[in-house]
């Protein structure tokens, strides 16, 4: 997937002529682990009578450009690698190759048979709620306890901070990868308001290990910026990826965000949790967040189910003027 475009790339890619090659570096996970987010990939301009099954074509749906993996051709779909089908969407070219930090894998041809088959192998199996349960517990397992030290050790010093303007890529390239938020409203946000030249409004935290990517955020803003009628700051999309985990990087990130608000005189601020996420309910709880009222609780349940529907969530406050 290569995401939404700071400028219009989609148009710019529909420009080029037939023939040529571009490379394009965008954010997103769908072909996991074939592409990671930041990754970039090599595409030659061509129609989609120039597509096969099991090449992996550039599609524009809507505003978006996604690099998926076509799974019939008359007519034309594609899909991630655990998908099913993307969205109609017009065809703009095929991958050839993948571009990963200093690496170039190049995607031959003779690749197809194995990418079709590998993807309708890995789709059918990932329809499976069992399969899908079974994968999670594995990665629990291995980000667990027992690999720490290894976990430490390979991200090397980590730096938690606050997100400043130049931070917007790395952000971007973070989203694309775990975050459910689009990337026009961070990029909004970041600019706007968490980072904003001569007061900032709200707040954004990242850790960053010591290659320079992030590996954790959380942002603190006005719920009324995503169309939520809540009062106050409310700390929004803590995500710590599964290799920084239970190294306290959250507990940083939240201690970040505090001493922003402090800072810019809020005496409280908020957060949401679903009611089951004990991990998250204890992250917060160790960084003195107690239980809202039943009567904020009841509000911010209705707000979500109001704009499509939720899992039932718990509302915690923290007040800023005592201790942490
Ligand atoms: C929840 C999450 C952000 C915690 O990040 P983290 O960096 O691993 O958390 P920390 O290491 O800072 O731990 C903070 C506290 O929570 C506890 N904790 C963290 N993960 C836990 C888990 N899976 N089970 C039990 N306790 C957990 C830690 O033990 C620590 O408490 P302690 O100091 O008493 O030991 C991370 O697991 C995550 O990203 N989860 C998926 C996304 C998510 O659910 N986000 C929350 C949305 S509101």
Redesign the pocket.
């Given at each position: 997937m290569v995401g939404t475009p700071p400028v219009d790339l989609a148009a710019f890619v529909e420009s080029s002529p037939p023939g040529s090659r571009l490379w394009l570096r965008g954010a997103g996970r769908s072909l996991y682990p074939l592409l990671r987010s930041g990754d970039s990939v090599q595409v030659l301009r061509c129609g989609p009578e120039a597509l096969s099954r099991g090449d992996v074509a550039l599609v524009r749906v809507g505003r978006r450009l996604i690099a998926h993996v076509v799974i019939s051709t008359g007519p034309l779909v594609t899909a991630s690698l655990l998908g099913k089908g993307d969205p109609a969407g017009v065809p703009l070219g095929r991958v050839t190759a993948l571009r990963r930090g200093w690496w170039i894998l190049p995607l031959p041809r003779v690749m197809r048979p194995s990418l079709f088959v590998g993807q309708r192998m890995a789709s059918a199996l990932w329809a499976r709620p069992l399969a899908r349960g079974v994968a999670r517990r594995l990665r629990?397992f291995a980000f667990s306890g027992w690999s720490r030290p290894m976990r430490k050790q390979w991200l090397g010093r980590l730096e938690v901070r606050l997100l400043r303007a130049e931070d917007l890529d790395a952000l971007l390239v973070f989203a694309g990868e775990r975050l459910l938020v689009s990337s026009t409203f961070l990029r909004r946000q970041l600019l706007g308001r968490w980072a904003r030249d001569g007061g900032a409004v709200g707040a954004a935290a990242g850790a960053f290990d010591a290659a320079g990517r992030l590996c954790?955020f959380?942002y603190l803003d006005s719920y009324r910026e995503e169309g939520l009628a809540l009062d106050g700051l409310w700390?929004r999309?803590?995500?710590?990826?599964?290799r920084?985990?239970?190294?306290?990087?959250?507990?940083?990130?939240l201690g970040c965000l505090l001493e922003a608000a402090r800072k810019q005189g809020e005496r409280r601020i908020y957060?949401?949790?679903?009611e089951d996420?004990?991990?998250?309910l204890?992250?917060?709880r160790?960084r003195g967040f107690r239980f809202a009222s039943a009567e904020l609780i009841r509000r911010v349940n209705a707000e979500w189910d109001a704009s499509g529907g939720s899992k039932p969530l718990v509302a915690l406050e923290r007040m800023l003027d005592g201790h942490d």
């Open positions: 629990d954790g959380a700390v999309s803590l995500v710590v990826a599964p920084a985990r239970r190294m306290g990087v959250a507990h940083r990130l957060a949401d949790v679903d996420n004990l991990a998250s204890r992250t917060f160790r």
